[in-house]
């Protein structure tokens, strides 16, 4: 019934998932670093938005950023653990045309991190690719 011998199965699953997760998070990571690619930087300061534990970091880092005289808030969409202090500088990205549009320019809320997984993944599915390749002409 089954012409796949049972053996090369787990070789075969493990690389479609690594593959699958591969792409889509390197086009996420993608899609976040070239949205923000021609944007200006500025400085910025997280501030604290829940009032509970006044010192901890919030999972959404929320900062205030100044451009021309005119000062913005803005809360990430992207979750970042360790989150950043309440009163730390951070360097901010910002949309020229829409200076309320703004990323935080670090590994997680730029988008990199989501690349570097990515491509490990893809990476970690040529691998089980080049070994069902050599399995297959045993």
Same mark, same amino acid.
């Given at each position: =019934?089954?012409?796949?011998?049972?053996?090369?199965? %787990?070789?075969? !699953?493990?690389?479609?998932?690594? %593959?699958?997760i591969g792409i889509v998070f390197t086009l996420i990571g993608w899609f =976040?670093?070239?949205?923000?690619?021609?944007?200006?930087?500025?400085?910025?300061?997280? /501030? &604290?938005?829940?009032?509970?534990?006044?010192?901890?970091?919030?999972?959404?880092?929320?900062?205030q950023y100044v451009v021309d005289g005119q000062t913005y808030e803005h809360?990430?969409?992207?979750?970042?653990?360790? %989150?950043?202090?309440?009163?730390? /500088?951070?360097?901010? &990205?910002?949309?020229?045309?829409?200076?309320?549009?703004?990323?935080?320019?670090?590994?997680?809320?730029? %988008?990199?991190?989501?690349? !570097?997984?990515?491509?490990? =993944?893809?990476?970690?599915?040529? /691998?089980?690719?080049?070994?069902? =390749?050599?399995?297959l002409r045993v």
């Open positions: =019934m089954n012409d796949i011998p049972e053996y090369l199965l %787990g070789v075969i !699953i493990p690389c479609g998932v690594f %593959g699958f =976040m670093k070239r949205r923000t690619r021609d944007w200006d930087t500025t400085q910025g300061v997280i /501030v &604290k938005r829940g009032t509970l534990f006044a010192s901890l970091p919030d999972k959404y880092p929320t900062f809360t990430s969409s992207v979750s970042q653990t360790p %989150g950043f202090r309440p009163g730390s /500088v951070v360097t901010v &990205k910002y949309d020229p045309y829409q200076p309320e549009r703004a990323a935080i320019d670090s590994i997680a809320q730029s %988008g990199l991190i989501f690349l !570097i997984i990515g491509l490990c =993944m893809l990476g970690i599915a040529a /691998v089980l690719l080049f070994v069902l =390749m050599s399995l």
